[in-house]
């Protein structure tokens, strides 16, 4: 009796074990994306759960490294998409899950493309056809595929990038640099006026 009990209790926990697996379709695997020190398969996630057959496939990691990089977020890439509230497929009860096979291969390139990439220079990006409130404050913008990438508080200074950095010359630095050649030309001027009158015996100071 207690080996037939024995056989059962072996027999339901690999049933347990094996159920999740029989629900994934033709196609699909059951794929475990919890919190892990894997770095390419952290990024593998959430490719595939933040872009899957988007043209941003490859930037959304991107984007994850340059946090990591800004000295805002954590510095390793696994503690960045877990990061609390960040990415939103990590707390919506998709850690463990059947994912399409062709998909989840893509997303691996695509990982392995950002890591060889590396930062692209934008901390935030956001589906084109939703406006959340901070993105009001997120500059510069530049959509790729369905996403739009920028800098949440970057305010009128451009966010840094391997190809591009520095600052976007907005109307406040422009006025800035209007009053800065002001002043330069009145200097000049002044100098011109300090000469001429010092050769008329007024001792160089201008009246």
């Known amino acids: 009796m207690q080996r037939f009990a024995l056989l059962i209790a072996i027999l339901a926990g690999s049933f347990y074990f094996t159920s999740a697996e029989a629900q994934c379709r033709r196609g699909q695997t059951m794929r475990d994306c919890s919190r892990s020190n894997d770095t390419l398969r952290c990024m593998t996630c959430n490719a595939y759960h933040e872009a899957r057959g988007d043209a941003s496939i490859?930037?959304?990691?991107?984007?994850?490294?340059?946090?990591?990089?800004?000295?805002?977020?954590?510095?390793?890439i696994c503690d960045v998409i877990y990061q609390r509230k960040q990415f939103s497929w990590t707390f919506q009860n998709k850690l463990r899950a059947c994912l399409d096979d062709a998909s989840w291969n893509k997303s691996a390139q695509a990982a392995a493309e950002a890591i060889k990439k590396g930062s692209n220079g934008h901390l935030n990006y956001y589906r084109f056809d939703i406006n959340p409130k901070w993105a009001r404050n997120c500059h510069p913008k530049k959509r790729i595929g369905d996403h739009l990438f920028c800098t949440a508080g970057a305010g009128r200074?451009?966010?840094?990038?391997?190809?591009?950095?520095?600052?976007?010359?907005?109307?406040?630095?422009k006025r800035r640099s209007a009053k800065s050649k002001s002043r330069s030309s009145r200097a000049k001027r002044s100098r011109v006026k300090t000469a001429t009158y010092g050769s008329g015996g007024f001792g160089g100071a201008v009246r």
């Open 58 to 76: 490859v930037e959304v990691n991107r984007t994850v490294i340059a946090r990591t990089e800004s000295g805002q977020y954590p510095k390793n």
């Open 157 to 173: 200074v451009a966010s840094r990038s391997s190809s591009n950095s520095g600052k976007i010359k907005t109307s406040s630095t």
